[in-house]
């Protein structure tokens, strides 16, 4: 037997109250019956974990794949009927989720050397070529210790090309509140450091991880590490943005290849601060466009942006694209996630968002083909939000974060980190994530 998890979000045009609910699955006639109740938020706006509906159940291994027809039925109380119900609104499967989830875990990644631990391999980007599924994988490691006197956080020396062990002892005056980062007087630092690693596979769901770092830290501006990968194919082959960290700040460097064995950097297309830059597939108007996320401002908050090139390696006339909104699902940061992929509608960017209490989920923006920085629709509430234990919990909870999905036969196919720890695998469709987008 398999298990199977299903998530609904129940738009926002449902008002406050008690709802019936019905959840049908034609193949294999599996029928669910329940009561959803929608809360209020903060007096007026609507509260996303109120709004969603998980379902577990298990199946025979013969309909592993395919399931038939998957649909929520939702039926306002006051017009219930059994013998003829009046349907209030009908919601087709928002996601579903690989039974095998997660499908890479630290226990499956070698580390880099006899004195590290893995502690997490997440946020991937991810590429199909000729017939297998790519995935670079960001892989965090730290020094081994029991030491209870000080911590050992591991940086990149540009002059000896290795990484070395700095001690930091466990003091008033030094915070390490956050598990990510360690804050003293005189400088930040991250808990850990991380490199990006290949892994293959044939079916998307089962790989084969390289034994060592495919693309390590390399000079004075990745001294804390590469993270968060994002691969766009174009005409010549594949580049890769990451985000490189230092005491500099937080930078986006630029790296193409045609195999993914051997590399060529390009510089740094970012200036710090800035992250989360996905470029589009293909020029528009003779120009390249890329989405970033710029940060550290006085004033402003972590929104995304738009920008474009002749080159790919000088980029200007900057705009921005969305923002955070107040009490919703993304109200403290947004960025890029996936790299934007044409559909008839428009760019469809699956975007993420965290709102006040650190909660990472995912959503959409749907761009124009032509001027992808009017934005044509967003989504109200996440298509995908953190559930499952392997997503709750991990080395910071309660994320769900995405650097790369693919689009084929109708399917979103989305590899995602989960709790900064580990990967999962999911699956929607493009009238899913549409249904769940209202118009700007």
Not at 129 to 155: C, F, M, N, Q, W
Not at 405 to 416: G, Q, S, V
Request: glycine share 8%.
């Amino acid at each position: 037997m398999k298990e199977y998890n299903r998530i609904f979000s129940v738009p926002s045009s449902f008002e406050v109250g008690i709802y019936f609910f019905c959840l049908k699955i034609t193949k294999g006639e599996l029928c669910f019956f329940g009561s959803l109740t929608i809360l209020p938020y903060l007096g007026e706006l609507f509260c996303p974990s109120h709004r969603e509906i998980l379902f577990q159940y298990e199946r025979g291994e013969e309909n592993n794949r395919n399931e038939g027809n998957v649909s929520l039925w939702v039926y306002s109380p006051e017009r219930y009927n059994k013998s003829k119900p009046c349907i209030k609104g009908k919601y087709h499967m928002t996601i579903y989720r690989a039974p095998s989830n997660p499908i890479l875990t630290p226990a499956d990644i070698k580390p880099s050397r006899p004195d590290m631990e893995v502690i997490g391999v997440f946020n991937a980007g991810v590429i199909r070529k000729l017939g297998e599924v790519i995935l670079l994988l960001r892989i965090a490691e730290r020094p081994i210790t029991d030491s209870r006197e000080h911590y050992l956080t591991p940086i990149y020396n540009d002059e000896t090309d290795c990484i070395e062990i700095r001690t930091i002892p466990f003091s008033q005056d030094h915070d390490f509140s956050d598990p990510r980062t360690i804050k003293t007087p005189s400088q930040n630092y991250l808990t850990s450091i991380s490199h990006l690693r290949v892994a293959r596979s044939g079916d998307g769901i089962h790989f084969e991880v390289d034994d060592q770092p495919t693309i390590r830290p390399a000079n004075v501006y990745e001294r804390f590490g590469i993270e968060d990968p994002r691969i766009t194919e174009l005409e010549d082959g594949y580049y890769i943005t990451y985000t490189g960290a230092s005491e500099y700040g937080i930078v986006v460097p630029l790296i193409f290849t045609k195999d993914f064995i051997t590399f060529e950097r390009k510089g740094i297309i970012f200036h710090p601060d800035n992250k989360d830059v996905a470029i589009f597939p293909e020029r528009m108007n003779g120009k390249y466009y890329a989405l970033h996320r710029p940060s550290s401002s006085h004033y402003a908050k972590p929104d995304m942006w738009i920008a474009e090139s002749d080159d790919l390696l000088k980029w200007g006339n900057h705009q921005h694209l969305i923002g955070v909104r107040d009490g919703c699902w993304d109200d403290e940061r947004i960025g890029a996630s996936a790299v934007p992929f044409r559909t008839e509608q428009g760019w469809l960017e699956i975007y993420h968002g965290a709102d006040h209490t650190n909660r990472y989920c995912l959503g959409a923006v749907l761009l124009d083909l032509n001027e992808p920085w009017r934005v044509i629709a967003r989504s109200k509430t996440p298509f995908m939000v953190p559930e499952l234990e392997f997503e709750v919990e991990g080395f910071f909870g309660n994320v769900i974060f995405s650097c790369g999905a693919l689009y084929e036969e109708d399917k979103i196919k989305i590899y995602y980190g989960a709790g900064d720890t580990c990967i999962g695998y999911a699956e929607t469709t493009l009238a899913s994530i549409m249904e769940s987008m209202e118009s700007m």
